[in-house]
């Protein structure tokens, strides 16, 4: 219904604007006319306008952009110098350093490995989890205390009956 209620109101506005144009005289037509283009231009260099503050934006943020780039340039290299004078100052270079680290750590677990050869017949510091074991032995002790229960049960109520089964006296 909406679609057809604005059909119609643009047949009627349209028709209504064709009727006012047909009774004006030339000099309000051309003064009409000359509004609607004066307004289509303006429309234009607003467009223009805003076209050139986008375009100097841009060029902007791409200067900003390329100096943040430079100095980020310029850290990154400062550093690498820094880090290869301190490199140069212990007079060992980096990786005679990282091999003594690397034989000093080899050293070491051969070390701890000789060490737990010979702790191989005690291994009670060793905790040994076995999953089977564990739920047998719950399931053991679940049927044995059905078992139990069921006997409580079994006793109480042959006592029952045995009560139920001895003549009353009367006093």
Known sequence: ?????????????????????????????AELKAKAQQGL??????AIDYAFYA???AED?????????????SKVADFADQYQAAKSEDGESFSSSLDQ??????????RVEADG??????????????SAAAFENDETSEAT??????????????EADSAADE?????
């Open 1 to 29: 219904m909406s679609k057809k209620g604005f059909l119609f109101g643009l047949a009627l506005g349209g028709a209504a604007i064709v009727t006012v144009a047909m009774k004006m005289d030339d000099d309000k037509k």
């Open 117 to 130: 050869d010979d702790d191989e017949e005690d291994d009670s510091d060793d905790i040994v989890i076995d």
């Open 101 to 110: 680290a690397t034989d000093s750590l080899r050293s070491e677990l051969a």
């Open 55 to 57: 375009n100097d934006a």
């Open 41 to 46: 231009a303006d429309f234009k260099d607003r």
């Open 61 to 73: 943020f791409k200067e900003e952009a390329g100096k943040q780039f430079a100095d980020a340039k």
């Open 145 to 158: 205390d059905t078992d139990s229960a069921a006997e409580t049960t079994d006793s109480a109520a042959s």
């Open 167 to 171: 003549p009353k006296s009367d006093n």
